[in-house]
């Protein structure tokens, strides 16, 4: 018997961590969410990564029903209240905004101590490396593109492709190879001077050559093979090959 394929990713850091990007990339007043609009866009991220079957935690859903609840919570007439009545009525987002606010702050906390970790580490010195083919043109370094872009981006490309019912709708591991794979979009991206336009990655409309090309994506990404990157928010991601020193001339 056939059964899915369930892709694991050790990248996502929760739902907090989605909702922040969210709010990031719509430059949203975390003081003043807009429930419809980030319930929107949360879902989105949730329905596409169903769609690959990510194996998701279930953190994720219970965010998505706790979105969905404020959500017509908010929509709920307001009662109008006496002036004499000196109740305060609590902003039903406020627990959520002070999750958010203080996920915030570890997260920058935790940053920035990374950026010091990563500062030690460049004390150490090595031995100059002499290369009989110098690179000709600057090496691309690694981008701070997220797994949230990732999906994004995806989700795009299915709208712009109206790729809303692939030909084939069950990924077996048999059928393609990550490593593979792996190897067919690094031979692709390797010699483009100006990157690999994300889209032209997926050229068939089957969920196994879909979800297989996604993985070995971010696989590369992880390896330091390829980076992502876009301009500006919304704008359309581009796949580079990184060229790394020690490598040489590959």
């Not at 109008?80 to 959520?96: G, K, Q, V």
């Not at 090595?126 to 690694?142: A, Y």
């Not at 994506?217 to 796949?239: A, G, P, R, S, W």
């Amino acid at each position: 018997m056939n059964q899915s394929y369930q892709v694991k990713l050790d990248t996502f850091e929760g739902p907090l961590d989605l909702l922040l990007h969210l709010i990031n990339q719509y430059e949203i007043d975390i003081y003043d969410i807009p429930v419809a609009q980030i319930t929107e866009q949360y879902m989105d991220y949730i329905h596409t990564m169903q769609w690959l079957e990510l194996n998701i935690a279930s953190e994720y859903l219970v965010m998505a029903s706790t979105l969905l609840a404020l959500k017509s919570q908010m929509l709920l007439p307001k009662q109008e209240i006496e002036e004499s009545d000196e109740e305060y009525m609590e902003d039903p987002r406020e627990e959520l905004m002070q999750r958010l606010i203080e996920y915030r702050k570890y997260k920058g906390a935790a940053k920035k101590l990374q950026a010091k970790e990563t500062e030690a580490n460049q004390i150490f010195t090595r031995p100059p490396v002499f290369l009989d083919h110098p690179e000709t043109r600057p090496p691309v370094v690694k981008g701070d593109t997220s797994i949230y872009d990732m999906i994004h981006a995806l989700g795009n490309m299915f709208d712009r492709k109206k790729w809303n019912e692939p030909l084939e709708t069950r990924v077996t591991t048999s059928e393609i190879p990550i490593e593979q794979r792996m190897t067919e979009v690094l031979d692709k991206v390797k010699y483009s001077n100006s990157g690999i336009l994300f889209d032209e990655l997926f050229e068939y409309p089957s969920r196994s050559h879909i979800v297989m090309t996604f993985m070995a994506i971010l696989e590369l990404m992880k390896n330091n093979n390829v980076t992502c990157k876009q301009e500006n928010h919304f704008d359309q991601l581009y796949v580079f090959y990184v060229r790394d020193i020690n490598r040489g001339n590959e």
